[in-house]
């Protein structure tokens, strides 16, 4: 550790559109990342439109942007995640990356090391989705 700043470990894993499940085609639109030592899950997302419709002009934009919603509102907590509301971050953050077949779907995890979490969601996000 330089400088002395403490660096825990986190896990993220990255959020694709696939609008056309039989074609295979994605998108990056988020990051779901969970920090157990800050007791820390956040989803930031970013949907570039004009890429998602070059994959599928006739894709459902507001059915997408309501998926990643949702995603964020079970990071959140309370009211907005739903069956999830009472869960633990981490247990709300494996929900999230649980594998499957909609249109908004987690990858795989990876896992790095941080002193601040949220930062390192938005680092994620400009280096991996916008």
């Known amino acids: 550790m330089s400088g002395g700043t403490r660096r825990d470990v986190f896990e993220y894993a990255l959020l694709h559109v696939v609008p056309r499940v039989e074609r295979g085609e994605r998108i990056n639109a988020g990051v779901l990342l969970y920090c157990r030592a800050h007791t820390f899950v956040t989803a930031r997302t970013h949907l570039d439109e004009g890429r998602l419709r070059a994959l599928d002009p006739a894709a459902d934009l507001p059915g997408v942007r309501a998926a990643l919603r ?48 949220a930062a390192e969601a938005e680092r994620l996000l400009e280096l991996l989705v916008r």
């Open 70 to 117: 949702a995603v964020e509102g079970v990071c959140r907590g309370g009211d907005a995640a739903g069956q999830a509301a009472g869960d633990d971050p981490g247990r709300r953050f494996r929900w999230l990356v649980a594998p499957r077949s909609t249109v908004v779907q987690p990858g795989p995890v990876h896992t790095g090391l941080t002193a601040d979490p």
